[in-house]
Nanobody
């Protein structure tokens, strides 16, 4: 089992920045993929970004150029730096951990972009 603890969500004005963190604990396989999905009210889960344990990244089309994912393998922690935030970025952001066929989800952290 893997436990994920997210932090850093909150309210930010349009154009502002926010940094999310997610710490993984438990049965951590060294080869894994961590990332973030989000779900806005009334919408499906949407890929935000992922990063492999080797550092390869993938970004969703709606956030490219505005966000950066990074990770600290020693701390089993992934970070999501979000800049130039828009109201349409408002959603619950979920941290994910994938190793083999096992996928784990965090509890989610609310990000609200509003003036």
């Amino acid at each position: 089992q893997v436990q994920l603890v997210e932090s850093g969500g909150g309210l930010v004005q349009p154009g502002g920045s926010l940094r999310l963190s997610c710490a993984a604990s438990g049965s951590i396989f060294s080869i894994n993929v961590m990332g973030w999905y989000r779900q806005a009210p009334g919408k499906e889960h949407e890929l935000v970004t992922t990063i492999t344990s080797g550092g390869n990244t993938n970004y969703g089309d709606s956030v490219k150029g505005r966000i950066t994912i990074s990770r600290d393998n020693a701390k089993n922690t992934v970070y999501l730096q979000m800049n130039s935030l828009k109201p349409e970025d408002t959603a619950v952001y979920y941290c994910t951990f994938l190793a083999g066929t096992a996928k784990y989800w965090g509890q989610g952290t609310q990000v609200t972009v509003s003036s």
